[in-house]
């Protein structure tokens, strides 16, 4: 029997009570009077370590309970508050028995899961190259070690699929959350470059473990007629990662330390790889569909499923050029380099608007093969208009374009994989797909390089290839009509 939300919210309280009043009556003296500075420097960070499980108390017991949020606001108020936290657990104790725990919503900790693996690959951007380079990498070696990573995570993508598909989801879901935060402490041992690529290696084929065995998970346990909506919602959450994650480790990189940053993401894994294994473990693998299924659904390889292959492939193709040609833009415009950020979380937070508003709905009531082609479009032509913006009110529109487009796009091609997949080969299908990702992002920037193009050419030759595919994903879908037509005659 689990123990009730309010009462491990309760013990909680009780101990970060306890420990705020021996940091301030005890550790506090002993530095202040008598000079003993390690008092409060050992005092204080337990405290913040018994205030960070008191703090994931208070948010399991807000969406497990129904009750008030005022309830959460006032255990959030009492921490700060000598003698608080026994004042509170004395009126949540009487309250405890009235009220009613809630089912878990498992879905939450599917978009927890996604959200931790991008938010490791984006917290990796603003940072990788520069600890390169602080352990006595070349040039050469600085942009072998951030491609590597995409690479190896490559290799990572198929085998979760296959996997996925033999032993289930959650089991490979387990494996990649373990070995992805375990691999996430090893940057504390770097010292040399030889030895930054050992890591690089293990941790990018340990982290293409977890995101296909998480959105075959998330498709297998969700109906039919809800899968664009709640491939939206996951999208919401890669969002979040792509706008938080750089924000989050360059601001505490230049704090702290890369590795300190490697290591917070690490805790985060660790701490969703215990909530899965209380709360995921009693979805077992989907069982054998009949053979009729199997027929109707079609192959792995089917015209949607490569559409959306290559979907993937240019969809991450084009952030890797943004990514490669966006700051030299601002930068020969003559703006502050801060700009791209910016300019970086403006697509984001737009994208997110868009999954999480009532749009969303539009993933289920419309074919994917529409909404794809429209976001490929708005994307090829925000490629296009972005080389010819000259000033900074341009750019946020353009780039907020970009943010539609990615926005239609994403969960449109996701829902035409799902849908043009069976459950048994679901796992394997998005191990290709998420392999196509990697692969895009790597090509976005090194194609580019290799052409030898300007900055405005690249916009504009990535803008057209993008237009072309929008154009061949309509003109396919209305060739696959003439032949049904053709076929019933």
């Known amino acids: 029997m689990q123990a009730h939300p309010i009462r491990i919210l309760r013990l909680t309280g009780l101990l970060d009570g306890l420990s705020l009043l021996v940091l301030l009556s005890i550790a506090m003296p002993l530095k202040y009077i008598w000079g003993i500075d390690k008092a ?6 337990i405290h913040g370590g018994i205030f960070c499980l008191y703090a994931l108390a208070i948010f399991y017991a807000a969406i497990r309970v129904k ?17 608080g936290n026994f004042l509170l657990d004395w009126k949540l104790k009487k309250a405890q028995s009235k009220y009613i725990v809630k089912p878990f919503n498992y879905a939450l900790l599917v978009y927890s899961i996604v959200f931790f693996s991008f938010i490791d690959l984006f917290s990796q951007l603003p940072v990788m190259s520069t600890f390169a380079t602080s352990v006595g990498a070349s040039t050469f070696i600085v942009g072998f070690v951030v491609g590597l990573y995409s690479l190896t995570n490559t290799l990572g993508n198929i085998l979760s699929g296959i996997m996925t598909d033999k032993i289930g989801a959650f089991k490979v879901l387990m494996v990649g959350l373990v070995l992805t935060s375990s691999a996430l402490l090893l940057y504390q041992f770097v010292d040399s470059p030889q030895i930054l690529i050992i890591v690089r290696i293990l941790h990018g084929f340990v982290a293409g473990l977890i995101v296909p065995a998480a959105f075959t998970f998330s498709a297998n346990t969700t109906l039919n007629d809800q899968q664009g909506k709640k491939v939206a919602f996951t999208g919401t959450f890669v969002g979040l990662a792509a706008i938080i994650g750089p924000a989050f480790s360059g601001i505490m990189a230049s704090k702290t330390s890369v590795p300190f940053v490697f290591m917070c993401v690490s805790i985060m894994g660790f701490v969703i790889a215990i909530l899965s294994a209380i709360f995921l473990n009693k979805y077992k693998p989907a069982k054998k569909s009949d053979k009729t299924v199997l027929q109707s659904s079609g192959s792995l390889f089917n015209a949607d499923v490569v559409k959306a292959y290559c979907g993937a492939f240019i969809l991450m193709f084009s952030q890797g050029v943004i990514a490669y040609l966006l700051p030299l833009h601002v930068q020969a415009l003559g703006y502050d380099s801060k700009l791209s950020g910016t300019l970086m979380s403006t697509f984001g937070i737009i994208a997110v608007l868009i999954f999480v508003l009532p749009t969303n709905r539009i993933f289920d009531r419309v074919p994917p093969t529409r909404t794809m082609a429209l976001g490929i479009a708005l994307i090829g032509l925000s490629q296009l208009l972005i080389s010819q913006s000259t000033t900074t009110l341009a750019l946020y529109l353009v780039l907020g374009l970009y943010g539609v487009g990615f926005a239609f796009f994403f969960p449109s091609m996701n829902t035409m994989l799902i849908k043009a997949t069976p459950a048994e080969l679901r796992g394997k299908a998005y191990g290709y797909f998420y392999a196509f990702f990697s692969l895009g992002v790597v090509a976005g920037s090194s194609v580019l390089g290799w052409l030898s193009l300007t900055i405005i050419e690249g916009f504009i030759f990535t803008g057209i290839l993008l237009l072309l595919f929008a154009a061949f994903v309509v003109f396919s879908k209305q060739k696959e009509r003439e032949l049904n037509v053709l076929s019933k005659r």
Do not use: N
């Open 40 to 45: 409060v420097t050992i005092m204080g960070s």
């Open 67 to 83: 009750w008030s949020l005022l309830w959460s606001a006032a255990a959030i108020i009492a921490a700060f508050i000598p003698l």
